[in-house]
Nanobody, 123 residues
Framework: VQLQASGGGLVQAGDSLRLSCTAS??????YGWFRQAPGKDREFVAG????????LYEDSVKGRFTISRDRAKKIVYLHMNSLKPEDTAVYYC???????????????????WGQGTQVTVSS
């Protein structure tokens, strides 16, 4: 199993970015995006469930970020609009295999993780 995240960069406040996560080597039930800022724990940002495409967002990104997926290509996107300096972090994509009960927003429910991509938002 491999998750490859890309799309990070340095942008100004108010700008947009789209992160991509390409999954391979398995069938995945839930996908999530998490982020980790320096000195802070890794936190949930957004998640999507495979069978009904239900999405869930962390409160601070609601209305600004959108998670979506391309089923055929096994790519999950995080569209980030109106970026703020507090969005600066390393962003990780995660995936959960099929089977079992899991929550979209719980870090421990994800077995597979990508390498992370840096997003820096300047003021």
């Amino acid at each position: 199993v491999q998750l490859q995240a890309s799309g990070g960069g340095l942008v100004q406040a108010g700008d947009s970015l789209r992160l991509s996560c390409t999954a391979s080597g398995g069938t995945f039930e839930n996908y999530g995006w998490f982020r980790q800022a320096p000195g802070k724990d890794r936190e949930f940002v957004a998640g999507i469930r495979r069978f009904d495409s239900r999405t869930l967002y962390e409160d601070s990104v609601k209305g600004r970020f959108t998670i979506s997926r391309d089923r055929a290509k096994k790519i999950v996107y995080l569209h980030m609009n109106s970026l703020k300096p507090e969005d600066t972090a390393v962003y990780y994509c995660a995936a959960k295999g099929v089977g079992g009960i899991a929550s979209i927003n719980l870090r421990d429910d994800y077995a597979y993780w990508g390498q992370g991509t840096q997003v820096t938002v300047s003021s």
